[in-house]
Antibody, heavy 120, light 106 residues
Framework: QVQLVQSGAEVKKPGSSVKVSCKAS????????ISWVRQAPGQGLEWMGRIIPILGIANYAQKFQGRVTITADKSTSTAYMELSSLRSEDTAVYYC?????????????WGRGTLVTVSS | EIVMTQSPATLSVSPGERATLSCRAS??????LAWYQQKPGQAPRLLIYGASTRATGIPARFSGSGSGTEFTLTISSLQSEDFAVYYC????????FGQGTKVEIK
């Protein structure tokens, strides 16, 4: 059964970058679209962008355009989300998520989340 | 961007009672609407997709309805494990979430 395994918590300085990974185990990675969703403390869910690994095409929410880069390595079934120019407001849990049913776009599989703390 | 608005922000309900949560889209999303449940420290869990189809393993007390711009999640008889935050999400035009409804014990 496929799982999404995320990298561990990070503490970063303002102005730096963070790169979070999401490894798909137990499934065919390339057939999925991987999205990234973040959740600031006590706040709601916010879609950041997605990648289609088989095509290598990424799309981003307008809010994050120019600051986020989503990539995928098909050989290791791993997706990455890199966020640059970090500020305190980027402190959040970052989730990767996907739909395991081809042709559908809701998120039925989530990683456990990666806490990114931005602090001087 | 399609804006999703949920109401109420907080719903106080006694165990065994019915809970009705609303979600409105700023433009039509057809039936491309999902509901998620989130408990503290956990990732969201898919409850409903296609506005009204229960995901695998979701109890029958959860039901969804609506299409276009108005949607409802109903929990027919609240159990202790149902007290959580619920989010709607449209996936008709990229993805956006509502701000959530917290269902708390009355």
């Amino acid at each position: 059964q496929v799982q999404l395994v995320q990298s561990g918590a990070e503490v970063k300085k303002p102005g730096s970058s963070v790169k979070v990974s999401c490894k798909a185990s137990g499934g065919t990675f390339s057939s999925y679209t991987i999205s990234w969703v973040r959740q600031a403390p006590g706040q709601g869910l916010e879609w950041m962008g997605r990648i289609i690994p088989i095509l290598g095409i990424a799309n981003y929410a307008q809010k994050f355009q120019g600051r986020v880069t989503i990539t995928a390595d098909k050989s290791t079934s791993t997706a990455y989300m890199e966020l640059s120019s970090l500020r305190s407001e980027d402190t959040a849990v970052y989730y990767c998520a996907t739909c395991t049913v081809a042709g559908y776009w809701y998120f039925d599989l989530w990683g456990r989340g990666t806490l990114v703390t931005v602090s001087s | 961007e399609i804006v999703m608005t949920q109401s109420p922000a907080t719903l106080s309900v006694s165990p065994g009672e019915r809970a009705t949560l609303s979600c409105r889209a700023s433009q039509s999303v057809s039936s491309n609407l999902a509901w998620y449940q989130q408990k503290p420290g956990q990732a969201p869990r898919l409850l409903i997709y296609g506005a009204s189809t229960r995901a695998t393993g979701i109890p029958a007390r959860f039901s969804g309805s609506g299409s276009g711009t108005e949607f409802t999640l109903t929990i027919s008889s609240l159990q202790s494990e149902d007290f959580a935050v619920y989010y709607c999400q449209q996936y008709n035009n990229w993805w956006t979430f509502g701000q959530g409804t917290k269902v708390e014990i009355k």
